[in-house]
């Protein structure tokens, strides 16, 4: 049944996705630099600037964000599949800002995105059994707040060396897309 020319579907539609803006605006007023789809499953966090953010260019603008697209989109994700988050706010607000982005995966691109992780979920990972798993140890994808986290432990640097490359494609496949792949 449609209501003024508009099915209901497309009127929650429009609703979240107000909703949606609403939330990255009062998000980023606040300082959290977001990228991306903000409706996507995957959220990259990336707490260390690299050259290209340096330079004055967006998050994940650099060689980092075009690998990390790449490699996403060879494990079968649809090319907008992904929104990135700069960790450089603190625990409280990083969490909040995830919760708006609702993602399946959280990756920590670097050692300052995974401690960031790691405060802003510290209740969370003190409940896993594996202490491993807890602190977040590259390569391994834990459950956390219902969703999947993956540390990659610094994969900017990791383009520099080729073995390092493989080291973290090896993590990366270990977080495939969750439903069918594109």
Known sequence: MALSGRTYGQMRGSACVQKMRAELAELEEAGVQTVGNAF????????????????????????????LRAALLKLGYDPQDWAAIGANVDAG??????????????????????????????????????????VLTPGRVVQVAGMRVLNLGGFEEALSSDKQKQVVWSYLKKIPPLGEPY
């Open 40 to 67: 996507s499953s995957v959220l990259l966090a990336k707490g260390t600037p690299g050259s290209a953010e340096e330079a004055g260019g967006e998050l994940l603008s650099g060689a980092d964000g075009k690998a």
């Open 93 to 134: 607000l990083f969490r909040q800002a995830v919760a708006a982005l609702d993602p399946n995966t959280l990756v920590a691109c670097d050692e300052a995105a995974a401690a960031l992780v790691r405060d802003a979920f510290a209740d969370d990972l003190c409940a896993l059994s594996d202490l491993k798993d807890a």
